[in-house]
């Protein structure tokens, strides 16, 4: 059974740094991509970007290229989702997501979320 | 990029059937894919592949998809469909490898 743990709940200054995780505890980490999605309070699902971690291929939507860094640990089944400066526009919640079937074109497992607030 | 629109909100009475739709250009040429989100849950796969239910899925929940519009139909609705709804494809043509639909929020009245 895949399971998507994610890391903890940060409250965080704009301009700081961050750095989340979700770690993979289930089936082929380097062969599946791990995608990162972002909810805005009260807003919809918005996909970010994506990173096969058997090559590093990382693929960013154009809303969020240049704006945050998806990196992975093949070692430790872990993916990550970075900012160098934090801004109050980026509080929300966070979700990785595992894509399955042909093309990896849904995602059928989900982390459970990680809540990041920027506030001065 | 891709836009998938769907209506902001579908109520219905219990036991009877909500119907949601997501439109998009030529969206019957794409597979959809349809989640479920609880309030202060993570998203839930319901139906894939326009119409494919992942297991532990009621068979309530239906899918199907031609030409600008797919569908995604609740049979027999229960208090516990209350929530809201996305629609998904994957666009390998664009950057936008994956497009989420605005969402629906269904109410059960």
């Known amino acids: 059974e895949v399971q998507l743990v994610q890391s903890g709940a940060e409250v965080k200054k704009p301009g700081e740094s961050l750095k989340i995780s979700c770690k993979d505890s289930?089936?082929?980490?380097?062969?599946?991509?791990i995608g990162w999605v972002r909810q805005m309070p009260g807003k919809g699902l918005e996909w970010m970007g994506i990173?096969?971690?058997?090559?590093?291929?990382?693929r960013y939507s154009p809303s969020f290229q240049g704006q945050v860094t998806i990196s992975a640990d093949k070692s430790i089944n872990t993916a990550y989702l970075q900012w160098s400066s934090l801004k109050a526009s980026d509080t929300a919640m966070y979700y990785c997501?595992?894509?399955?079937?042909?093309?990896?074109?849904?995602?059928?497992?989900w982390g459970q979320g990680t809540l990041v607030t920027v506030s001065s | 990029s891709y836009v998938l629109t769907q209506p902001p909100s579908v109520s219905v009475a219990p036991g009877k059937t909500a119907r949601i739709t997501c439109g998009g250009d030529?969206?019957?040429?794409?597979?959809v894919h349809w989640y479920q989100q609880k309030p202060g849950q993570a998203p839930v796969l319901v139906i894939y592949?326009?119409?494919d239910r992942p297991s532990g899925i009621p068979e309530r929940f239906s899918g199907s998809n031609s030409g600008n519009t797919a569908t995604l139909t609740i049979s027999r609705v229960e208090a516990g469909d209350e929530a809201d709804y996305y629609c998904?494809?994957?666009?390998?043509?664009?950057?936008?490898?994956?497009?989420f639909g605005t969402g629906t929020k269904v109410t059960v009245l």
């Open positions: 997501a595992k894509p399955s079937g042909g093309s990896w074109s849904y995602f059928a497992f």
């Open positions: 289930g089936y082929s980490f380097t062969t599946y991509g």
């Open positions: 990173i096969y971690p058997g090559d590093s291929d990382t």
């Open positions: 030529n969206l019957g040429s794409k597979s």
């Open positions: 592949y326009d119409s």
């Open positions: 998904q494809v994957r666009d390998s043509s664009s950057d936008h490898l994956y497009v």
